[in-house]
């Protein structure tokens, strides 16, 4: 069984900054491709930010110089650095990992559940 789980999210006012983690748990052999997608209600779940397996990164226009995504391959941990937050950035945070785990051969997507960022005045 694996889990993710993410942290960090909240109420930032406009220019503000948030840093959101995601860990991963279980049963892992290994980790391959990290990202984000954010997701607002009624709309559909948008990509913010993908590492592959051999650290290329790839962001939508709207996200590039704001947003920063890195990985701690060790403690199977993405993280997400946001900055010059904007009311539009109020979304949930989904993180995704392509993972292959002892009982499974093969690469699954797993995700988290989501974190809530509000940027807000």
């Known amino acids: 069984q694996v889990q993710l789980v993410e942290s960090g999210g909240g109420l930032v006012q406009p220019g503000g900054s948030l840093r959101l983690s995601c860990a991963a748990s279980?049963?892992?052999?290994?980790?391959?491709?990290m990202g984000w997608y954010r997701q607002v209600p009624g709309k559909e779940r948008e990509l913010v930010a993908l590492?592959?397996?051999?650290?290329?990164?790839n962001y939508p226009d709207s996200m590039k110089g704001r947003f920063t995504i890195s990985r701690d391959h060790a403690k199977k941990t993405v993280f997400l650095q946001m900055n010059s937050l904007k009311p539009e950035d109020t979304a949930v945070y989904y993180c995704?990992?392509?993972?292959?785990?002892?009982?499974?051969?093969?690469?699954?997507?797993?995700w988290g559940k989501g974190t809530l960022v509000t940027v807000s005045s």
């Open positions: 995704t990992m392509e993972i292959m785990t002892y009982a499974v051969s093969g690469w699954v997507n797993y």
């Open positions: 279980g049963s892992i052999f290994s980790i391959r491709g």
């Open positions: 590492m592959s397996g051999v650290g290329s990164i």
